[in-house]
């Protein structure tokens, strides 16, 4: 590959006017040495391009990569355009320099799906390349877009230029360093719908039809339906992405509806043990009450415990002893009977020992051989009786007198 083109012949095949060569000030045989030059580094370059077309490929949010060795017939009239306006830079180019000079030898595009999706991939870009290393990003935007998107891009980070043809790209400058040498790279980040526009333009404007009015009409338009695609794929990722929280509100949602029935659910099963457990307890507790009436009725000392078939021992036995008290007095007075005078001559202690001694010998020997519970307490009944009787006996034989210990 050479270059063979006379200056006449290149100038028409890129649509540059006679005066913009004049204005360039530019000699032809240093371009042509410059074009040579270039055209024996395409190899590695383009073997450069492959490698850091690969990096870049694995970024978050790249859904494709392109990357290109610039033209030498485009290298030549960019540096020819670039003198006739009057850029500072392009003023001391040659041999030598022109390769840190022109910036995009090496062009690399990085493509993705969905708007938004650049700030990703820029934030992918910044810990790998340095990419203020040979300027500030910059943002190229249409004349209309929306200032919201724009002003997400922050100044210290990115330069903002508006593009009079519609042009829409991230532009990053790169140093990338391949084996012991840096290779500048020209890298431009676009949707996919902003890429297909600008293959069309670039194939149909540059380098030639550029000043065309009915093409530059049609090409607007086309640039307006790329960014309204971009709007539309941006608003169905949006959409997607709400319906996709919506279906996890919902989800949990129902997970907190059964939780919710769950615990309801328990709750009634416990609510129906208490109740169950109430009633165990209110049964237990009349139980009890009824033992313990029963029990105030056993411990009353004048009634016999006769479930237990045991007598009122202790009432009894003072029975017995107020009984046996009462029989050692009657016997006493009999013994003196004879030497004995009662106060009262009505009445008379033998009418008195007849009618209480054997009363009392039969009702003792009726309690020893009571063969119930039901008889001993009956003869207990009638000792307490016969015992009151001889209190009586006492009041009404009044003082005896002894007739021998009278002086």
């Known amino acids: ?9 290149f100038l028409i095949q890129n649509n540059i006017s006679h005066q913009a060569w004049l204005d360039s000030q530019c000699d032809w045989e240093a371009l042509k040495s410059i074009a040579a030059d270039h055209i024996l580094k395409i190899s590695n370059l383009q073997k450069d391009a492959a490698i850091i077309a690969e990096r870049i490929q694995g970024l978050k949010a790249v859904h494709s990569v392109r990357s290109r060795v610039k033209d030498p017939e485009h290298l030549i009239s960019k540096i020819i355009r670039r003198r006739a306006e009057g850029v500072k ?8 320099n022109y390769s840190d000079i022109v910036t995009d030898l090496i062009g690399v595009r990085a493509l993705h799906l969905f708007k938004n999706d650049c700030f990703d991939i820029d934030q992918a870009l910044r810990p790998i390349f340095k990419v203020d290393q040979y300027e500030k990003p910059t943002v190229n935007y249409r004349k209309g877009d929306n200032p919201e998107y724009l002003e997400r891009f922050p100044s210290e980070n990115f330069g903002k230029k508006e593009q009079t043809a519609g042009y829409r790209s991230l532009h990053y400058i790169l140093g990338v360093q391949i084996l012991d040498s840096t290779r ?9 719908f902003e890429e297909g526009w600008s293959e069309i333009d670039h194939k149909v404007r540059y380098p030639n039809f550029s000043n065309g009015a009915l093409v530059d009409y049609y090409l607007t338009i086309f640039n307006r339906l790329a960014g309204s695609a971009d709007e539309m794929g941006s608003f169905v990722q949006d959409l997607v992405s709400h319906l996709r929280a919506m279906q996890v509100q919902i989800a949990e949602a129902n997970t907190e509806k059964e939780r919710s029935m769950q615990a309801m659910d328990d709750a009634l099963k416990r609510l129906e043990q208490f109740k169950q457990s109430d009633e165990d307890l209110k049964q237990n507790i009349h139980q009890l009450r009824q033992e313990l009436n029963q029990l105030r009725k056993f411990s009353s000392p004048t009634i016999p415990n006769q479930s237990r078939g045991l007598l009122d021992v202790g009432g009894i036995n003072a029975a017995i002893e107020g009984a046996l008290s009462q029989q050692k007095y009657i016997e006493k007075i009999l013994a003196q009977d004879s030497d004995l005078q009662p106060a009262n001559p009505l009445r008379s202690v033998s009418n008195i020992d007849k009618l209480l001694y054997p009363n009392y010998s039969k009702i003792l020997d009726d309690i020893s051989g009571a063969s119930t519970v039901a008889k001993a307490l009956e003869q207990h009944d009638r000792l307490n009786n016969l015992t009151k009787i001889g209190s009586i006996s006492q009041g009404l034989l009044g003082p005896f007198e002894d007739k021998s210990n009278k002086p």
């Open 1 to 9: 590959m050479s270059f063979q083109l006379t200056l006449e012949e």
């Open 89 to 96: 830079k392009y003023e001391a180019i040659n041999i030598n």
């Open 184 to 192: 500048i790279v020209e890298l431009q980040v676009r949707t996919i």
